[in-house]
C-alpha cells in the first residue's frame, strides 16, 4: 500500500523560532532513507503506510521529549500501484504545461 503523507509539526510553547525543532524532524525522515521532499509549509514522504506513520511517530516522540504542547497536521494519499509518485505527479503536471516548472 503506497502511499504520500505530508505533515508538518510544530511545538507551540516554544516562541516563534521553530528551526531548530523543524531540524530535528526532519533529521528523521532524512535517515529514514524515505523519498521526501521538504517545502515552506510542510514534508511530503513516500512509502507504505507502515514505513511512513513510523516517520511521523518518531518525529512526534522525538517533539515531545521537551515540548508541551505540539500541533500536527497529516495529509495522506493512497493510490494502489507503484510508487514513484513523489515525482511522477509533477511531472504530469509539467507534461500538461507543457513545460517545466520552478520547483
Known amino acids: 500500500m503506497s502511499v504520500?503523507?505530508?505533515f508538518s509539526m510544530s511545538p507551540f510553547d516554544k516562541g516563534e523560532?521553530?528551526?531548530p525543532y523543524v531540524a530535528r524532524s526532519l533529521d528523521i525522515v532524512?535517515?529514514?532513507?524515505l523519498p521526501y521532499r521538504l517545502t515552506p509549509?510542510?514534508?511530503v514522504i513516500e512509502g507504505e503506510?507502515?514505513?511512513?506513520?513510523?516517520?511521523?511517530?518518531?518525529c512526534f516522540e522525538?517533539?515531545?521529549?521537551?515540548?508541551?504542547r505540539i500541533s500536527t497536521s497529516v495529509r495522506i494519499d493512497y493510490r494502489a500501484g507503484p510508487g514513484g509518485r513523489l515525482q511522477s505527479k509533477i511531472d504530469s503536471?509539467?507534461?500538461?504545461?507543457?513545460?517545466k516548472l520552478s520547483t
Open 4 to 6: 504520500l503523507l505530508e
Open 17 to 19: 523560532s521553530l528551526g
Open 30 to 33: 532524512d535517515r529514514s532513507g
Open 41 to 43: 509549509m510542510g514534508t
Open 49 to 58: 503506510w507502515d514505513e511512513v506513520m513510523a516517520v511521523v511517530t518518531a
Open 62 to 68: 522525538r517533539m515531545r521529549e521537551d515540548c508541551n
Open 93 to 99: 503536471i509539467e507534461s500538461n504545461l507543457g513545460r
